[in-house]
């Protein structure tokens, strides 16, 4: 059967073709007024705390006497810091300078200003908005085989697009290296506060098994069963005092560490890069969908009688068949 004769057994077939086209044109005209968006992407490596490095014992310690660094709650959260409020309100308020098209035939103009500015975020409700549209615009996501955290940003503009993701890991390494520093702190106040408490427990040991000495001399070697026990225990007593003296001096000192780190929590292993072929929006995919809902939508009510006709149809044989 050809292309004619296919119009000829059903004449609101041309009709759908023809209304699926106007909407179609119609799209293209409307996609035309919207800018194009791009897409660029950094990668970085969390420096987490090697096994081999010289602080790995001080650090297993610390940790044991809850006194130490895990990364495991900061690579939980890497996505959820990148797509907080807080990311947000620094990004509104950052200068970039980047060129941008209002629509697809326009001209490039270069723009340096803050991305509140940008997005005309004047008042609150308007700031609000502008905040939920960049966190629309960044994303992080993290391997799990390779530890690998992958940062990209879309925006309309391919220099803005290279310095938000650049922008995003240096807030996200000033985020992690805060949070670390904050947790640091507050875990060598407590370390201190145990150490001395410890110390005192260690002295308070030393004491007595020193006035039990000084009562029973040579009481390692004396007849007596009891004082030789007593004296035993004093002494393990005594030395496992200090055993916890030193533990808790190794978790204080990590604390310290970490509350004044200034070493970089991230590593770069990817600047992000200027992109150079747009990632959206995909013009011609939605040209298409709206020609073919909307020639069948219109194919659909011309022929909605017969589509009626024809299920009731099928129902009655389904039910001749099965009565």
């Not at 990004?91 to 060129?99: A, H, N, P, R």
Request: proline residues 4%; glycine residues 6%.
């Amino acid at each position: 059967m050809s292309v004619r004769d296919l119009f000829r057994k059903d004449p609101t077939l041309k009709k759908a073709i023809a209304w699926g086209l106007l909407a179609g044109v119609l799209t293209a005209a409307y996609t035309l007024t919207m800018p194009n968006r791009y897409r660029s992407e950094a990668m970085v490596l969390p420096k987490n705390a090697s096994s081999n490095s010289p602080l790995a014992a001080l650090a297993a310690t610390a940790a044991m006497l809850g006194a130490g660094r895990g990364q495991t709650d900061d690579e939980a959260h890497y996505a959820d810091i990148v797509k907080s409020r807080w990311m947000a309100e620094r990004l509104l308020d950052t200068e970039f300078t980047f060129s941008y098209k209002s629509w697809y035939f326009g001209e490039p103009r270069v723009r340096k200003q803050t991305l509140a500015a940008f997005l005309k975020a004047g008042n609150p409700e308007k700031r609000e908005s502008a905040a939920k549209v960049i966190l629309d615009w960044v994303e992080a996501k993290r391997d799990l085989k390779s530890g690998v955290l992958r940062i990209s940003a879309e925006a309309p503009s391919p220099e803005l697009s290279q310095q938000l993701a650049n922008r995003v890991t240096d807030l996200l390494g000033v985020a992690l290296k805060t949070r670390i520093q904050t947790q640091g702190t507050a875990k060598a106040a407590y370390a201190k506060e145990r150490l001395i408490q410890a110390r005192q427990e260690e002295e308070q040991a030393r004491q007595e098994l020193e006035t039990f000495a000084r009562s029973h001399i040579n009481f390692a070697q004396s007849p007596d069963p009891g004082v030789r026990f007593r004296g035993e225990r004093l002494g393990v007593d005594m030395m496992l005092r200090r055993q916890v003296v030193a533990s808790l001096t190794l978790g204080y000192e990590q604390a310290e560490l970490e509350a004044q780190n200034t070493v970089p929590v991230l590593s770069r292993l990817d600047e992000a890069y200027l992109p150079v072929g747009k990632s959206g929006p995909r013009r011609s995919s939605i040209v298409l969908t709206i020609i073919l809902l909307g020639g069948g939508a219109v194919w659909v009510g011309c022929n909605l009688s017969r589509i009626r006709s024809v299920l009731r149809t099928i129902e009655a044989r389904r039910t001749e068949v099965n009565g």
